[in-house]
């Protein structure tokens, strides 16, 4: 009996050395995921934003050229954080390979982090230009 338990013992040991249990990808997913929760404020101003500066351009017109480029910049920081919502695939990550997951994770991260000096940039210009 002991020798049994003990044998059973050992295999359990090998079998444990050689399958490394599957790298936590938690973590690294919460990290890329609060990035995008952090970008969320600044994004939900984008249309107000973008409607001030009409407004500011109507009321005098040689804000045009600036204006025009502003909401520009805002639109494509709302298209870029539209684009990555939509593509964002985090619930997959069960299906990929450890080594797969990080991968995925870093280039989402590469991703999310340009989204968001994209959005902070631009917005910080719109309220620059309309002083708020």
């Given at each position: 009996m002991k020798t049994g338990f003990l044998s059973l013992l050992l295999v359990t040991i090998l079998a444990a050395c050689q399958n490394p249990p599957k790298e936590d990808l938690t973590e690294f997913q919460k990290e890329v995921e609060g990035m995008h929760d952090k970008i969320m404020g600044p994004y939900m101003q984008i249309a107000d934003l973008q409607e001030e500066i009409r407004q500011q351009v109507a009321k005098d017109t040689t804000l045009r050229a600036q204006g025009d480029?502003?909401?520009?910049?805002?639109?494509?920081?709302?298209?870029?954080?539209?684009?990555?919502?939509?593509?964002?695939?985090?619930?997959?990550?069960?299906?990929?390979?450890?080594e797969?997951?990080?991968?995925?994770?870093e280039a989402e991260k590469a991703k999310v982090t340009a989204v968001e000096q994209q959005t902070t940039s631009s917005v910080a210009a719109a309220k620059a230009f309309l002083k708020k």
């Open positions: 480029s502003l909401i520009t910049a805002l639109g494509q920081a709302e298209k870029g954080m539209d684009d990555w919502m939509g593509n964002y695939n985090g619930d997959t990550l069960l299906d990929l390979s450890p797969k997951g990080r991968a995925y994770l």
